[in-house]
């Protein structure tokens, strides 16, 4: 069964730093891409950011460009977001998702999901 | 970026009726679409992909069609389980983008 396991939220002020982790288990983590999205209090879904199977692509949303970085750790079988800077529009719950490529070579959609983590950016 | 336009926002149904929820994109998308379902404090689950494609395990009742700009996913049988908020999701560009979302009442 894929297991996806988020930690790290938490509160943070304006401009300061937050690194969120994902462990994966029940499938072989090295295979798949693997996503970070956002979900805001009473909002919608938003895409973040996507890495590929070995960490050599890596894709972002606009508003998070130079302040977010996703990384992995397939030895860990650990999926990363170092959050930077952040604003309290970054305010959401953030789930970790493994990303099922269905148009080669990098295009495709969330097919597991975990539990979320908050993330709280207030002064 | 491409737009995804859900509608309608929110829908209030009995049990056993048939519901449709409409996805428009902003620009052709061929069938790079996703649907999926969240009910209220827990994770998105994934129904379907490449427009009509059930993932394994979904029921049945779901089904999905479209391509192009104009999808649709239909809920057959509506049970009490079935409310939740819905959403479409695009892969044909990136940004990967969402629709707003469905919240799917039983009455």
């Known amino acids: 069964e894929v297991q996806l396991v988020e930690s790290g939220g938490g509160l943070v002020q304006p401009g300061g730093s937050l690194r969120l982790s994902c462990a994966a288990s029940g499938f072989t983590f090295s295979g798949y891409w693997m996503s970070w999205i956002r979900q805001a209090p009473g909002e919608g879904l938003g895409w973040v950011a996507n890495?590929?199977?070995?960490?050599?692509?890596?894709y972002y949303v606009d508003s998070v460009k130079g302040r977010f970085t996703i990384s992995r750790d397939n030895a860990k079988n650990s999926l990363y977001l170092q959050m930077n800077n952040l604003r309290a529009e970054d305010t959401a719950v953030y789930y970790c998702?493994?990303?099922?490529?269905?148009?080669?070579?990098?295009?495709?959609?969330?097919?597991?999901w975990g539990q979320g983590t908050l993330v709280t950016v207030s002064s | 970026d491409i737009q995804m336009t859900q509608s309608p926002s929110s829908l209030s149904a009995s049990v056993g009726d048939t519901v449709t929820i409409t996805c428009r994109a902003s620009?052709?998308?061929?069938?790079?679409l996703a649907w999926f379902q969240q009910k209220p404090g827990k994770a998105p689950k994934s129904l379907i992909y490449a427009a009509s494609s059930l993932r394994n395990g979904v029921p049945s009742k779901f089904s999905g069609s479209g391509s192009g700009t104009d999808f649709t996913l239909t809920i057959t049988s509506l049970q009490p389980e079935d409310s939740a908020t819905y959403y479409c999701?695009?892969?044909?560009?990136?940004?990967?983008?969402f629709g707003g979302g469905t919240k799917v009442e039983i009455k």
């Open positions: 620009q052709a998308i061929s069938n790079y």
């Open positions: 890495i590929k199977r070995d960490g050599g692509e890596k």
């Open positions: 998702a493994r990303f099922r490529i269905v148009v080669a070579p990098n295009w495709g959609y969330f097919d597991s």
């Open positions: 999701q695009q892969y044909d560009t990136y940004p990967l983008t």
